[in-house]
Every structure is written in C-alpha cells, then in structure tokens.
C-alpha cells in the first residue's frame, strides 16, 4: 500500500481501538461520517460529512505528541492502524531534522531500531541527517560508523552537518575518508565542504577543494559555484572570488548574494552596491539576504542617500523587514547619522529579538543619547528580553559618552545579576567612563584587580582619559603599557606626542616624535568626506585638488569672518606644533572637516541637514567652529568621527562638549 498521496499518511481503515484514538481524530485525520459515526457527537457528524472517505494523517501532524509525550503516529503504527513502510520513516526523520524537534527524532529512530527497517540504508542516512541538522554531531557519528554499508550521501549527510556547526576541519577530514573508500563527491557535497573551507579563513583548503571540483566536473554546476564565489570572499579572495563569479554560466540569487556578502563584510561598500545594481539589471529578484549585506554595507561608509534609495526598492519589492534585515536597516540609518529613522524602523518591526534591541541601544550610544539608552534598556527588561553581554556593552558605552559615572558603576555591577562575566571590552569600557571622569586612582585600581589580564586597548582607554585631562605622567606609563603589548599600532605614539605638545613640553614631543620615526610609525593622514546626489567628496588639511577648491576656500574664509561676529575664538591650542600663534590659527582654518563643511553648504540646498564623516576624532577648535556654523545658518550638522556622533543645532551638541 503506497503510504504517499498528496502529501498525506494513509490509515488503515480497520480502527481497532476507536475509543480510544478518535477523541484527538480531528488534529491527526479527516474521515468520512461511516467511519466516525460511533466516536463523534451528532456536532462533529456534520463537520466531517462533507469529506472523502479515506483516512489521512496530515504532514503537518507527523511529530504530533499524546499526553503521555509519546509520538501518535508511532502508537498508530504499534496498534496496526498504519501500515509501516520505511518511507514513513523516512517522512518522521525529515520533518524532525527541519523542525529541529531532536527529541521526537530521537523517539523515531529508537521504534526504527526495533522494526524489519533497521539497517535499510536510505532509512539510516535520514537519520544521520537529522542528528547532523540538530546538532547532535557525536549521535550523527554513532550512527554513521555502526552502519552496514554507507554510500555518498552518507559521508555527505555527515560533512554537511559538520560544516554547518563550524567543525571545520573535522568536516575536510571525513572528505578524505571518503575519497579513501572510493566514492565520487557530488554537488552537495563539494557545497558543504567549500562552506567548511571558507569557515578555516585561509583560502589554501579551499583551493584544493577547488582543484577537486574542477576534478570531478562539478565546477560548472551552480551551486558549487555560487559556494565557490562565497568560499573566496569569505577568506578574504576577492580577486579569486570575482573571478569565480564572472565565470559561472549560469548565476543564481546565491551566487549574486555571496559576493555582495564579500564587499559588505570588508567595508567595500561602492562594490557590494555596483554589484547589487548590477543584479537589478540582471533581472534578478533580490532577497532579505541580499539587503541584509546592501544594508551593511551602506551602514560601513554612512551612504545615508543610497541606504534611502535601497530601503525603498525594498519596499516596492514587497519584501518586509523581518528581524535579521530589520536589524541591518537600523544600523545603517543610525551609522548614517538618522537616528530618528533608526528609531522608526525599530518601532515598526514586527518581531523585536535581543539583537533589534541591541542595535537600538547601540545607536542610542553612538548618538550620545546616554538617557533614551538607559531608558529603553529598562523598558527592555520590562517586556521580558533578556539582556546579554552586548546588551552591556552599550549600556556602558552610553553612559562613558554621557558621562553617566553613578549609571555606568551600576550596570557593571548588573551584569552579576545575569551570570555576564565582563570581558576586556567591558573594561576597556568602564576605564574609559572613570577615567573621563578624572578618577585616575580608581581607573588605575580597575585595571590592576582585573580577574584577566589586560590588553592594549584597556591601556589605550587610560591614555585616551589621560588626553582628555592633559595628565602627561600617566599618559606615559599607560603608552609604555600598550608599547609592550601592541608596538606597532601608530594611535599611542601619537596620542602621547600630542599630550606632550598640547602642555607645551616640547622636548618630550620631539622625543615621542622620534620615537615614532625610529619604529616606523606612520600618523595616519586626516581626511574628512561628504556625500552629495550619491558621490563622495573628500578632503585632507589644506587640500587643494578639489575641483571647487578655491571656492570652498572663500566659502570657510566669509564663514569664519561671520562666525567670529556671534562669539567663536580660535583655539590654537589644538595645532600641535612648534610654530608661532599667527601661523597656528592659519593653520587651524583649513582642517579636512572644515573644508567638508563649506563644500556642503555650496552644494545643498537651505535647511537640509549636512552629514560629514571623518576618519579620526574631531579636533577641539572643529568642533566649536561646527555648533558657530550651525547656529550661523540654522541648519543641522551631523559628524560622524571614529568615536562617535555629533549633532551640531542651533549653536549647541549633542555630546553637550564631553567626547
């Protein structure tokens, strides 16, 4: 009897113990009124009249458990209401492997051990293949090496549920083996092992990989291909991986989705976007995956202007922001300087997990929002998420912008409450908020009861807090520190040069300055950029390659003239070089930001708000110039520096001047 119809399970029609089965009968079977008329009420007669006579368990009824926790259909088998065949249990392992439902797994292959099917190896692959999807890779194994005779998909079912959990090199090892015993690897299986290859980072597996597909023909098939471009990027190929890509003769969304992946994931944001117009000419349908690393990488430069345009194609498209892409959407809005759009689209997302929260938390951050940050965290635990060890990490970071010292000791201490051992981000974190607050002593004291021992960047945070007060003794032991543990990142070298310099202790500059010269230290050149009608305009410190050069340099001279009529001073405090005080405050007018500023106010039209970006941190005389400016043409200005957001309206910031 051919158990399979239409997507159903067939019943005997002899029911031998009716009473006890047909109470549940309509959750598991529809059934004609001949063969119910003696266990349903007269209500229940005419619901089920209309049906055809046959007996059928639903598909999505298979794992269906009775009150004593058992499966129904595997009583149904035992009571002789079903007629067994392998492929039935094949069906119970499937639909368990899909749904992650390990237990009823479990429960099918103990009543298969017990049957005329146990060792039918179709029947056994499924249930490698549904301990291997749940994780169970020590069972799948189990089951794998007892078996009789194993053929590819097997091995297959076997490598797949290895790569898939990130046991990488066990997932290559078994590749051998299988290549040991003979067998010939198919597309699904060369899919599984590229993913495998990609997750080592290296690249050298995945080439021998390569040379294996190209071995057994399978290279032009395009799953393996798309596998292949994804393989690539994620160790960083791209190149290779490009190359792979333009050679498939036939691409799908996977193939297109893997590459704009790469460029997402290295912060080459014009590429995954030329790729992804690229796509849409291709009449390829794009999906969540697609704008999820769209998203992303718009989120890497600050696109604000194309992260509107793809959120719109998104919509026309028809697709929603389900969680994981809702995610991205808010995170390249706040990274694009709206926090007021990251917010709207946190609020009209329809399921709201840990990570929305805390990317709403993170942008909060960023903006220096160090209240609506606590307050949502609050509302947070309110409804009954959970927090996490990112969940503090921004709350730390929010109240260290705001300089929140009292909230900030708190949520630290919080973490206890929820089994959250603090890692070296959190303390990085935490020295960072009391040393901006002037606490060197208890900074100090945080670093040296550490339970792990301290990394660069905890050091690096004391000589950031160091800067901030001009605290050049502990500024020198603190780059001493980071000295031994990083020598060669150039950031503590320069940092300690320019708390020397802004004291005027001159002969300590000149010696980190040599320092940096002898070490091969390199001060990364300072460079700002402005994004208008979808081009990038940069700028470094006097920069006179610009096309508009000459007008933004007249543009900043008349802003600078207006501006020092309402109240701002030059600080030349902040040139940090040994010259006299005329050639400091010329020098202080033509910083990159400076220049960013007046090439937008050129080029935008009245009230619009103006988003700069700037590679290193704002400088103090930029800063006050910008909240002059901001006042001066009643306009928002929206830096974006590596620490985080500024928001410069009418005359004021929203770091309230504590960065």
Same mark, same amino acid.
């Given at each position: 009897?051919?158990?399979?119809?239409?997507?159903?399970?067939?019943?005997?029609?002899?029911?031998?113990?009716?009473?006890?089965?047909?109470?549940?009968?309509?959750?598991?079977?529809?059934?004609?009124?001949?063969?119910?008329?003696?266990?349903?009420?007269?209500?229940?007669?005419?619901?089920?009249?209309?049906?055809?006579?046959?007996?059928?368990?639903?598909?999505?009824?298979?794992?269906?458990?009775?009150?004593?926790?058992?499966?129904?259909?595997?009583?149904?088998?035992?009571?002789?209401?079903? #007629?067994?065949?392998?492929?039935?249990?094949?069906?119970?392992?499937?639909? !368990?492997?899909?749904?992650?439902?390990?237990?009823?797994?479990?429960?099918?292959?103990?009543?298969?051990?017990?049957?005329?099917?146990?060792?039918?190896? &179709? +029947?056994?692959?499924?249930?490698?293949?549904?301990?291997?999807?749940?994780?169970?890779?020590?069972?799948?194994?189990? +089951?794998?090496?007892?078996?009789? &005779?194993?053929?590819?998909?097997?091995?297959? @079912?076997?490598?797949?549920?290895?790569?898939?959990?990130?046991?990488?090199?066990?997932?290559?090892?078994?590749?051998?083996?299988?290549? $040991?015993?003979?067998?010939?690897?198919?597309?699904?299986?060369?899919?599984?092992?590229?993913?495998?290859?990609?997750?080592?980072?290296?690249?050298?597996?995945?080439?021998?990989?390569?040379?294996?597909?190209?071995?057994?023909?399978?290279?032009?098939?395009?799953?393996?291909? !798309?596998?292949?471009?994804?393989?690539?990027?994620?160790?960083?190929?791209?190149?290779?991986?490009?190359?792979?890509?333009?050679?498939?003769?036939?691409?799908?969304? +996977?193939?297109?989705?893997?590459?704009?992946?790469?460029?997402?994931?290295?912060?080459?944001?014009?590429?995954?976007?030329?790729?992804?117009?690229?796509?849409?000419?291709?009449?390829?349908?794009?999906?969540?995956?697609?704008?999820?690393?769209?998203?992303?990488?718009?989120?890497?430069?600050?696109?604000?202007?194309?992260?509107?345009?793809?959120?719109?194609?998104?919509?026309?498209?028809?697709?929603?922001?389900?969680?994981?892409?809702?995610?991205?959407?808010?995170?390249?809005?706040?990274? !694009?300087?709206?926090?007021?759009?990251?917010?709207?689209?946190?609020?009209?997302?329809?399921?709201?997990?840990?990570?929305?929260?805390?990317?709403?938390?993170?942008?909060?951050?960023?903006?220096?929002?160090?209240?609506?940050?606590?307050?949502?965290?609050?509302?947070?635990?309110?409804?009954?998420?959970?927090?996490?060890?990112?969940?503090?990490?921004?709350?730390?970071?929010?109240?260290?912008?705001?300089?929140?010292?009292?909230?900030?000791?708190?949520?630290?201490?919080?973490?206890?409450?929820?089994?959250?051992?603090?890692?070296?981000?959190?303390?990085?974190?935490?020295?960072?908020?009391?040393?901006?607050?002037?606490?060197?002593?208890?900074? &100090?004291?945080?670093?040296?009861?550490?339970?792990?021992?301290?990394?660069?960047? *905890?050091?690096?945070?004391?000589?950031? @807090?160091?800067?901030?007060?001009?605290?050049?003794?502990?500024?020198?032991?603190?780059?001493? #520190?980071?000295?031994?543990?990083?020598?060669?990142?150039?950031?503590?070298?320069?940092?300690?040069?320019?708390?020397?310099?802004?004291?005027?202790?001159?002969?300590?500059?000149?010696?980190?300055?040599?320092?940096?010269?002898?070490?091969? +230290?390199?001060?990364?050149? @300072?460079?700002?950029?402005?994004?208008?009608?979808?081009?990038?305009?940069?700028?470094? @410190?006097?920069?006179?390659?610009?096309?508009?050069?000459?007008?933004?340099?007249?543009?900043?001279?008349?802003?600078?003239?207006?501006?020092?009529?309402?109240?701002?001073?030059?600080?030349?405090?902040?040139?940090?070089?040994?010259?006299?005080?005329?050639?400091?405050?010329?020098?202080?007018?033509?910083? !990159?930001?400076?220049?960013?500023?007046?090439?937008?106010?050129? /080029?935008?039209?009245?009230?619009?708000?103006?988003?700069?970006?700037? /590679?290193? $941190?704002?400088?103090?005389?930029?800063?006050?110039?910008?909240?002059? *400016?901001?006042?001066?043409?009643? $306009?928002?200005?929206?830096?974006?520096?590596?620490?985080?957001?500024?928001?410069? $309206?009418?005359?004021?910031?929203?770091?309230?001047?504590?960065?």
């Amino acid at each position: 009897m051919n158990i399979y119809k239409q997507g159903q399970t067939h019943i005997n029609p002899i029911l031998h113990n009716a009473q006890s089965l047909f109470p549940l009968a309509s959750r598991f079977f529809t059934a004609s009124a001949a063969h119910l008329a003696n266990a349903y009420s007269s209500e229940n007669e005419e619901q089920e009249s209309n049906l055809d006579s046959s007996c059928v368990i639903r598909d999505k009824d298979l794992l269906h458990k009775t009150q004593n926790g058992g499966l129904r259909i595997l009583e149904l088998i035992d009571s002789g209401s079903i #007629q067994l065949e392998a492929s039935l249990y094949n069906k119970l392992l499937n639909e !368990s492997a899909k749904l992650g439902r390990i237990r009823e797994g479990k429960d099918v292959h103990q009543h298969l051990l017990r049957s005329r099917f146990r060792d039918y190896q &179709v +029947v056994l692959n499924s249930v490698v293949n549904m301990y291997a999807k749940c994780g169970c890779l020590e069972d799948a194994r189990k +089951v794998f090496d007892e078996m009789p &005779v194993r053929d590819v998909v097997s091995w297959t @079912a076997l490598i797949t549920g290895f790569s898939q959990h990130e046991r990488y090199e066990e997932a290559l090892g078994l590749f051998l083996g299988l290549l $040991r015993v003979g067998l010939e690897p198919n597309q699904f299986t060369f899919s599984s092992l590229l993913k495998a290859a990609g997750g080592m980072g290296s690249g050298k597996e995945g080439r021998q990989i390569h040379g294996f597909c190209l071995k057994y023909g399978c290279d032009g098939n395009v799953y393996v291909g !798309s596998a292949l471009v994804d393989m690539y990027v994620r160790c960083g190929l791209m190149e290779e991986g490009g190359g792979v890509f333009r050679g498939l003769s036939s691409k799908n969304d +996977v193939s297109w989705n893997a590459l704009i992946a790469g460029h997402a994931r290295r912060g080459e944001g014009e590429d995954a976007l030329r790729v992804f117009k690229q796509m849409q000419k291709e009449d390829f349908r794009a999906t969540h995956f697609t704008y999820s690393s769209v998203f992303s990488a718009c989120a890497s430069i600050g696109a604000f202007e194309q992260g509107k345009w793809v959120h719109g194609h998104m919509i026309k498209s028809g697709l929603k922001p389900v969680a994981f892409v809702g995610n991205t959407l808010l995170d390249m809005y706040a990274k !694009s300087g709206s926090i007021m759009d990251a917010i709207k689209v946190f609020d009209r997302l329809v399921k709201r997990d840990v990570v929305s929260w805390n990317s709403l938390l993170t942008a909060c951050a960023q903006h220096g929002r160090g209240s609506d940050t606590i307050r949502y965290f609050e509302k947070m635990l309110k409804i009954g998420i959970k927090p996490n060890a990112i969940t503090f990490l921004c709350l730390l970071t929010a109240c260290s912008h705001a300089g929140l010292l009292e909230q900030g000791e708190h949520y630290f201490n919080l973490m206890k409450k929820y089994d959250i051992e603090p890692d070296t981000s959190h303390y990085v974190t935490v020295v960072d908020l009391i040393g901006r607050a002037g606490d060197f002593d208890r900074a &100090v004291m945080v670093i040296e009861h550490m339970p792990i021992k301290p990394e660069a960047a *905890v050091w690096k945070a004391l000589l950031g @807090a160091c800067r901030m007060h001009k605290n050049a003794e502990l500024g020198a032991y603190a780059a001493e #520190q980071v000295f031994k543990l990083d020598p060669n990142d150039s950031g503590p070298h320069i940092i300690l040069y320019n708390i020397y310099a802004s004291a005027g202790r001159w002969k300590e500059a000149a010696k980190a300055r040599k320092a940096m010269r002898e070490r091969g +230290v390199k001060k990364e050149p @300072a460079c700002s950029w402005v994004e208008i009608e979808n081009a990038v305009h940069m700028f470094v @410190a006097n920069d006179d390659t610009h096309p508009q050069r000459e007008e933004v340099f007249k543009m900043w001279e008349k802003i600078t003239f207006e501006i020092k009529k309402i109240g701002y001073v030059p600080d030349p405090s902040h040139v940090l070089l040994f010259v006299d005080q005329q050639e400091r405050e010329a020098k202080l007018q033509y910083h !990159s930001e400076k220049l960013a500023l007046a090439f937008a106010l050129l /080029n935008t039209p009245d009230g619009s708000a103006i988003r700069i970006k700037k /590679n290193i $941190r704002v400088c103090g005389d930029c800063h006050s110039a910008f909240k002059f *400016v901001s006042k001066l043409v009643d $306009r928002e200005i929206i830096l974006r520096d590596t620490n985080r957001f500024h928001h410069f $309206r009418d005359g004021s910031c929203s770091c309230g001047d504590y960065w």
